[in-house]
Nanobody, 112 residues
Framework: VQLVESGGGLAQPGGSLRLSCAAS????????LVWYRQAPGKEREWLGS???????TYADSVKDRFTISRDAAKNTMYLQMNRLKPEETAVYYC???????WGQGTQVTVAS
């Protein structure tokens, strides 16, 4: 199984980015998938999870601003991030829940 994140980059405060997590070796529809982030000097933070029935749950810090979705045809999970804040600068990771499969991470920098 391989997970590959993409879509990171520079966003202005209040701006948006969409991250992708492309899976190979296992179907996204058959697994609970999770987004995390890790800022410099901080612990890894859980952002949200996408369950097998398509429902998603979110951390309070990102609820109403971030949205997780899946595209089964592309075997990809997405994280739409809106109204970004400078303190959300971090490396963003996806993970297959219950496994040791992590993506390599994608850097998100929020700065003017």
């Amino acid at each position: 199984v391989q997970l590959v994140e993409s879509g990171g980059g520079l966003a202005q405060p209040g701006g948006s980015l969409r991250l992708s997590c492309a899976a190979s070796g296992s179907a996204v529809g058959a697994n609970v998938l999770v987004w995390y982030r890790q800022a410099p000097g901080k612990e890894r933070e859980w952002l949200g999870s996408s369950s097998l029935d398509g429902e998603s749950t979110y951390a309070d810090s990102v609820k109403d601003r971030f949205t997780i979705s899946r595209d089964a045809a592309k075997n990809t999970m997405y994280l739409q991030m809106n109204r970004l804040k400078p303190e959300e600068t971090a490396v963003y990771y996806c993970k297959m829940a219950g496994t040791s499969y992590w993506g390599q991470g994608t850097q998100v920098t929020v700065a003017s």
